[in-house]
């Protein structure tokens, strides 16, 4: 599904992805850990085409066709989903419109009629249930006064609304409580198929408990320094990241 | 002067020999006029009055325990200076303005308020937001003028400026003027472009970067519209403001 071959992203000159290989196939969770400034959010960024990053090197394949070629738009069409680690509130548009524009925009693109106004409710009904996302929320405008949590939940709910091929979810447990943590986790892995995969971006194992990967890539200097399956979040809980760098640097 | 009344809800309506409105029971107004000619309008007693005014001049004045929510529209004028300025003469008193203008082309709009607290423990709330297109020009001057024996006074202006383009000049002079103790008044004025992490944010879900705008653009002007209460009017004024963003 996702092909990503000697990637190299910087911004104002500054490179932080310094050749990043990763594949992705369909019904696969990988999850990315690694520490503070070691690329990770700048990935999902430059995956979902935010244009203050600049690709200097290398290509991306998604679903058969070069993704760093399309713009913003066209990727979401495509069935990429970008969990937003600060999502953005945005003041006088409403979560319903917002939504049901984003959904008929795919929609369209995708041949479709747009959705008619009850299945768009039934729909909102629905998946609103998945997140236990309060909807007196979804009356409101987009991420508008909304609690840390409200947000997050609102993330996967959107996720849930857009059925995306392929989500990434950048530090989506920042900012949450055990609680909030485990009903965000349980979105997660309820929306999970085996047509779908999710890249999950994370600081900590305890979000892995919930969402078992697949696979655990460490991100370190712009570089995946170690690919492992599942145990690997644990050493790391255990081990900090230290002892892999060294290895890595001493290699 | 011209003037429309909409809505049914008017009961009351005296003009004086000033040609003057005083309203004494809920009311809804469209006043509308591009003729520079001022309108007076004396509030008593009543709270829930509501005045859209399409740019023209006018001076309200409110008596003990009255209230009014202005909205203040302006649109599509070549060269327009719409000048308010309100008087709170009575104690208790609330005023609410929401305003909203859109400079397009060479348009050279001005809007110029003033709101005299001269009585203690009244409140003034006023959102004045404008947009600049093209190479327009817009100037907004606010002044809150809280006068000796006016303690008590609640008074909050607040401004937000859209710059559609380069070209588009804002000036905003957002202003104070304090001789009384015991008040609380804050006032805040931001010109920015469209948000940069808004647009992304809706472009990733999907919505090409034209609609996202607009949006953007319409969730500005929201605020204002949508307070309108009076349902007609305000679908009007929806409509032909939903027009210019559409020509944007």
């Known amino acids: 599904m996702l092909y990503i071959n000697n990637l190299h992203a910087s911004i104002e000159e500054r490179e932080i992805l310094k050749g990043i290989n990763l594949t992705v196939n369909k019904g696969e969770v990988h999850a990315i850990m690694g520490p503070n400034g070691s690329g990770k959010s700048t990935l999902a960024s430059v995956l979902a085409g935010k244009e203050k990053f600049t690709v200097t090197e290398g290509t991306v394949i998604f679903e058969s066709q070069n993704l760093l070629d399309m713009p913003i738009e066209k990727r979401a069409h495509e069935g990429l989903f970008l969990g937003f680690q600060y999502p953005v509130e945005i003041p006088g548009v409403s979560m319903a419109n917002f939504l049901k524009s984003a959904i008929n925009e795919q929609r369209t693109y995708r041949g479709e009629a747009p959705i008619s106004a009850s299945d768009f409710l039934k729909k909102m009904r629905e998946k609103s249930a998945i997140v236990d996302i309060d909807p007196k929320l979804i009356s409101r405008s987009v991420n508008e006064g909304f609690s840390g949590g409200e947000k997050k939940r609102n993330e996967i709910f959107q996720m849930a609304m ?83 760098i060294k290895e890595c640097e001493n290699e | 002067m011209s003037s429309v009344i909409s809505g049914s809800t008017i009961k009351t309506l005296q003009i004086d020999a000033k040609n003057s409105f005083e309203i004494s029971q809920d009311g809804c107004y469209q006043l509308a006029g591009t003729n520079n000619k001022k309108i007076d309008i004396y509030i008593t007693k009543d709270k829930n009055v509501e005045i859209v005014d399409l740019s023209i001049d006018c001076s309200i004045h409110l008596h003990l325990d009255s209230g009014v929510n202005l909205k203040m529209i302006s649109l599509k004028y070549k060269v327009s200076n719409t000048i308010y300025e309100v008087f709170i003469n009575g104690a208790g008193v609330d005023f609410n303005l929401d305003s909203i203008s859109i400079a397009q082309a060479d348009d050279n709009i001005g809007i110029y308020s003033t709101v005299h607290h001269t009585m203690p423990n009244s409140q003034s709330y006023q959102y004045i937001k404008c947009i600049g297109t093209d190479s327009s020009t817009t100037t907004f001057e606010g002044k809150v003028h809280i006068l000796k024996g006016a303690g008590g006074t609640n008074a909050y202006q607040q401004n937000k400026n859209l710059m559609l383009s380069d070209e588009a000049t804002i000036l905003a002079r957002p202003w104070l003027e304090v001789y009384a103790d015991d008040v609380k008044c804050s006032h805040g004025s931001t010109t920015g472009m469209l948000s940069e992490d808004e647009i992304f944010y809706m472009r990733q879900r999907g919505i090409p970067l034209k609609s996202a705008q607009k949006l953007q653009i319409e969730g500005f002007i929201l605020g204002v519209t949508q307070k309108i209460s009076n349902e007609s009017l305000r679908e009007k004024i929806s409509k032909i403001i939903f027009k210019i963003i559409e020509k944007l």
Do not use: C, M
């Not at chain 1, 009903?183 to 969402?211: C, E, F, M, P």
């Open chain 1, 162 to 244: 857009l059925n995306p091929k392929l989500s990434i979810l950048d530090e989506t447990d920042s900012g949450l409580d055990i609680d909030a943590l485990r009903v965000v986790a349980n979105g997660v892995t309820h929306l999970k198929s085996s047509d779908n995969a999710t890249i999950v971006i994370t600081h900590y194992q305890r979000l892995l408990d919930y969402i078992v990967p697949d696979f655990v890539h460490v991100l370190y200097n712009g570089r995946i320094i170690r690919s492992a399956g599942k145990e690997l979040a644990l050493e790391l809980e255990e081990r900090g990241y230290d002892w892999l």
